[in-house]
């Protein structure tokens, strides 16, 4: 069982900058790829950039390439997402989630554990 608790979020205008945390429970971090996911309102999740259990390779959505980063310290059972130049269209509840043995692929449903959510907005 893996806990995870997102952290980070805020109001920031458009072209600033946020890091998100999460941070996991248990003894297994490093067993686990770790993606983060959003979700605006209206619209289904998606995913917005992952990394595989060593840190070794990570996977990012169209949309975010050039402007987040993903990392992990497992050291400290956290995984960071900083996001650069935000624009309007980044608004949404960032989620993380855990994919056991995983290697950072965008899919949804090969996460088995889910964060609460912590909020992004962006201003225009």
């Known amino acids: 069982q893996v806990q995870l608790v997102e952290s980070g979020g805020g109001l920031v205008q458009a072209g600033g900058s946020l890091r998100l945390s999460c941070a996991a429970s248990?003894?297994?971090?490093?067993?686990?790829?770790m993606g983060w996911f959003r979700q605006a309102p209206g619209k289904e999740r998606e995913f917005v950039a992952a990394?595989?259990?060593?840190?070794?390779?990570?996977n990012y959505a169209d949309s975010v390439k050039g402007r987040f980063a993903i990392s992990r310290d497992n050291a400290k059972n956290t995984v960071y997402l900083q996001m650069n130049s935000l624009k309007p269209e980044d608004t949404a509840v960032y989620y993380c989630?855990?994919?056991?043995?995983?290697?950072?692929?965008?899919?949804?449903?090969?996460?088995?554990?889910w964060g609460q959510g912590t909020q992004v907005t962006v201003s225009s």
């Open positions: 989630a855990a994919d056991l043995y995983g290697l950072g692929n965008p899919r949804l449903n090969s996460y088995d554990y």
């Open positions: 248990g003894r297994t971090f490093n067993s686990y790829a």
């Open positions: 990394i595989s259990w060593s840190g070794g390779s990570s």
